[in-house]
């Protein structure tokens, strides 16, 4: 046996849930993208979905992607710095720039990949990063792989924060990284006050848009703008697996940065260009957010009705904001139940456990998209209320 072997032949934590039958991963999707999507043969009311803008099924969007297909081919064999770079990235890079508010803008095949890249780019040795603490793990990746000394702050306190930002050398390069909508709970980063002490001890702001972008602010720009405070945000990333219905992210900031980025960041130089069809897919994504601003209105009005209603039955939902509603449970084994039972009750949600939360922070995340209608959020919600209760999570 190898030693490999030798060492993972005992790891049986699924296991331990699949005997149990409540083994929640991997489900293969077999039909379309949408509010309703068959899952192992079964339909399912979709409200695990990162796809706020409802546009992943959108014909435009597939037609514009089998364009490229057609006219690019379906990979680009290589980075963008070589023989990776079509017109159509370039245009893309172009458009986002604009949109976000900054001088220019760099695209990458992930989102993953632009945090996991810039942030070690931009800080290194004698430099901090500053990270809140439920900050997503592709920042967490970016500040582990960077040489700047490595902080966090407890999540959203402010006053932790300075604390901390009171210990460090005035004129060192500080970095402080922040979701902009946090991915699991659904509640804002307090960027105000973030930008208030940037300015009192010499620091620098990234935020990350993945959940803002389609979501909030001016033609969903996200929470940069939604603020009004893009100019003071040093760094802007943002994905295209969320709101604009494709794959890959991106950097924004100012013409000097990018230029350097551009030339420096390892998860852009040395790895391959995301394809035609995806690009082209978020290109168009793009097009549409800008010309159909009553998408952004649609998420905004089902949300609101599923605040509501889950307020109204009793589920405890913290602090959100936003169409991530966190369901808390506290309890692992329950949140896997929880989620086999609405699965099972035709209602698709995702568990979060450690280490995507604190272990005694579990829960089920409830996300909407503006495609969803009333109908069946309540259904959605129903179903869960039922649950809950007999579950005893809820009264
Ligand atoms: N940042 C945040 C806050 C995220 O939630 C995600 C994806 N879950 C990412 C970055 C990574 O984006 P991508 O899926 O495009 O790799």
New binding site residues.
Partial sequence: MGQLQERYKNYREPQKFMAAGVYPYFRAITSKQGTEVEMEGHKVLMFGSNAYTGLTGDQRIIDAAKAALDKYGSGCAGSRFLNGTLDLHIQLEKELAEFEGKDDCLCLS???SV?AGVIPAVVGRGDYIICDDRD?A?IVDGRRLSFAKQLHYKHNDMEDLENLLKTLPYEAVKLIVV?GVF?MEGDLCKLPEIVELKHKYNCSVMV?E??GLGVFGKEGRGVCDYFGLTDEVDLIMG?F?KSLAS?G?FIASDSDTINFLRHTCRTYIFSASNTPAATAAALEALHILKQEPERIEALWKVTNYALRRFREEGFEIGDTESPIIPLYVHDVDKTFLVTKLAFDAGVFINPVIPPACAPQDTLVRFALMATHTEEQVERGVQALAKIFREQNIIK
Wanted: glycine fraction near 14%.
């Fill in positions: 992930t989102g993953f945090n997503h592709s979701d991915s990350d993945a959940h994905t697996s794959i992210g």
